[in-house]
């Protein structure tokens, strides 16, 4: 059973900084993107970042632009998400996603989600 572990969120001030991790465990697929999503109270989950393998591509949603950096490892198939610069508009539940294919033939894709973690940035 694949299981998607968070950790990392918190409080934060203004201007503060907190890094968010997400490892997969119990590996049945091949993993391929690993990303982060968020949802801000009342409002749909939004992509934050994600990170291809094995070109390293990466994606930012605009707002996060030069605050936010994704990176993983994939020996330990772990996503990270280091906020700096945070703002109280970057409040939300962030949940990890990791998508590829399965290992079993006929190979098809699949994906997979995190349980959530509560980032809350207060002034």
């Known amino acids: 059973q694949v299981q998607l572990v968070e950790s990392g969120g918190g409080l934060v001030q203004p201007g503060g900084s907190l890094r968010l991790s997400c490892e997969v465990r119990g590996n049945m697929f091949t993993v391929q993107t690993m990303g982060w999503y968020r949802q801000p109270p009342g409002n749909e989950r939004e992509l934050v970042a994600e990170?291809?393998?094995?070109?390293?591509?990466?994606d930012y949603t605009d707002s996060v632009k030069g605050r936010f950096t994704i990176s993983r490892d994939n020996n330990k198939d772990t996503v990270y998400l280091q906020m700096n610069s945070l703002k109280p508009e970057d409040t939300a539940v962030y949940f990890c996603?990791?998508?590829?294919?399965?290992?079993?033939?006929?190979?098809?894709?699949?994906?997979?989600w995190g349980q959530g973690t509560q980032v809350t940035v207060f002034t």
């Open positions: 996603n990791a998508r590829g294919l399965s290992l079993t033939l006929p190979r098809r894709p699949v994906g997979y």
């Open positions: 990170i291809e393998s094995p070109t390293g591509s990466i």
